[in-house]
């Protein structure tokens, strides 16, 4: 079941990742359009996870905790790179 967990979670961190790519190429999009494709990039990354976890729940716990750890990682690395 961790196994499971940290596959899902290293996946969505990728998947995090291409968002990133996407909304970097969109640049002087304004908010709305950046709001939509947050939401289709997280369900993208629920679905991926519920289908290698199963469970609903879970699911939604690695999913918040694989967004949490890359919203820290650009904060971290923009304040790096500044």
């Given at each position: 079941m961790l196994l499971k967990n940290y596959v899902a979670a290293l996946i969505q961190i990728m998947i995090w990742g291409g968002f990133h790519l996407a909304q970097?190429?969109?640049?002087?999009?304004?908010?709305?359009?950046?709001?939509?494709?947050?939401l289709v990039f997280f369900y993208?990354?629920?679905l991926v996870a519920k289908k290698i976890i199963g469970s609903n729940r879970v699911t939604l716990l690695t999913t918040l905790m694989s967004l949490c750890t890359y919203a820290s990682l650009q904060w971290m690395l923009h304040l790096l790179f500044r």
């Open positions: 970097w190429l969109s640049g002087k999009d304004r908010f709305l359009p950046k709001v939509l494709l947050f993208l990354a629920y």
